[in-house]
C-alpha cells in the first residue's frame, strides 16, 4: 500500500512538471530585432532590451569582470580584440555568442535569454544565458558574471526595469470629437469708403441741374437780354409746375375714388 501511494504521488509530481514546462508559452523574438520578444500566448506582453544597448559598435556592458572579463551588447553587434560581430565576448579570448543564434525561455524561473553560436570549445558552440532580473528599483541596469558551466555554458545575471516583462501599451480611448465651431454666415462689412450708386446718380443730378440753371441763366440774359426772374430758363413751366402736379394728382385721387364708389367713368353725366 506505501509502495502504491508514493508511485501515485511520483506520478502526479511528474506530470505537474511536464505540464508546467510543456504549458510555458513562446516568447518570439520580433522581425527586425534581435533583443525583443513578443509572447504567443495572445497577452500582448514583450521583453525589450533595446533601452540597454548600444547601436555604435561599441558594447552597452564593457568589462564585466570575473575570472575573465566579458562585454555584451544585447540587440547589436560589436567588434573587440578577438571578437568580431559578438554579442558577447570574452575579451581577448572567445566570442561566447552571436546574434545568429538568440533565444528567450519562458520556461524557466527567471526567464532567460541565451545567445549561442559562440566559438567552439571542445566540439561543442559556446553561449551565454542572462537571468532577467526585474528590478524597478535601479537606472539603467547590472550586469554580473555568475561563473562558466562545462562545455562553454557562461552564465550571467542581468538586472534592469528594462529585464520586466512588458506590458502593451492600451488602445487609445474612443472620445467623440467636438464638432468643429459654427461659423456665422459672412456679411460684408460695408466700406464706408465706398460710394454707392444711388450717391453718384444724386451728385449727378446735382451737377445736371446746377449747368441747367447755369447755363440757362447766362443764355437768356447774354442772348435775350433778360433780367431777374425772366433770366431763368422755362421760367414759366416752372412757375407752373406745382400747379401740374396738383393736377396729376388730384386726378389720380378722382379716379380711385370713383372706382371705389362703383363708378367706370370718371366724368359726370350730362344732365338733360
Keep these: ?93 572567445n ?18 535569454v541565451t545567445y549561442g553560436n ?16 526585474c528590478d524597478t528599483g535601479i537606472q539603467g541596469a547590472q550586469l554580473t558574471m555568475d561563473g562558466e558551466k562545462p562545455g562553454g555554458h557562461y552564465q550571467f545575471t542581468l538586472k534592469s526595469p528594462h529585464a520586466c516583462l512588458q506590458k502593451p501599451s492600451p488602445p487609445p480611448s474612443k472620445t467623440t470629437q467636438p464638432l468643429p465651431p459654427t461659423t456665422a454666415p459672412h456679411h460684408r462689412t460695408p466700406n464706408k469708403n465706398h460710394i454707392s450708386l444711388g450717391t453718384i446718380l444724386d451728385i449727378c443730378a446735382l451737377f445736371a441741374l446746377i449747368g441747367y440753371i447755369g447755363i440757362g441763366v447766362g443764355f437768356m440774359a447774354v442772348r435775350r437780354g433778360a433780367r431777374g426772374r425772366e433770366a431763368i430758363p422755362n421760367y414759366e413751366f416752372w412757375i407752373g409746375f406745382p400747379g401740374l402736379i396738383k393736377d396729376g394728382f388730384m ?7 370713383n372706382l371705389r364708389g362703383g363708378s367706370r367713368s370718371g366724368y359726370d353725366a350730362i344732365q338733360s
Design 1 to 93: 500500500m506505501t509502495s502504491l501511494v508514493t508511485g501515485l504521488v511520483f506520478l502526479f509530481a511528474t506530470w505537474d512538471v511536464l505540464v508546467s514546462v510543456d504549458g510555458a508559452a513562446e516568447c518570439t523574438i520580433r522581425h527586425g530585432s534581435s533583443c525583443i520578444c513578443d509572447m504567443q500566448d495572445g497577452s500582448g506582453d514583450y521583453y525589450d532590451l533595446s533601452a540597454i544597448s548600444s547601436n555604435n559598435g561599441k558594447p552597452f556592458f564593457p568589462n564585466v569582470m570575473n575570472r575573465f572579463n566579458y562585454s555584451f551588447n544585447p540587440c547589436a553587434p560589436f567588434d573587440d580584440s578577438h571578437c568580431s560581430r559578438c554579442a558577447v565576448c570574452q575579451i581577448d579570448h
Design 95 to 112: 566570442v561566447c555568442g552571436r546574434f545568429s543564434s538568440v533565444t528567450f525561455d519562458m520556461s524557466t524561473t527567471p526567464h532567460t
Design 118 to 133: 559562440g566559438d567552439k570549445l571542445g566540439g561543442h558552440e559556446r553561449l551565454s544565458i542572462f537571468k532577467l532580473i
Design 251 to 257: 386726378f389720380a385721387f378722382n379716379k380711385v375714388r
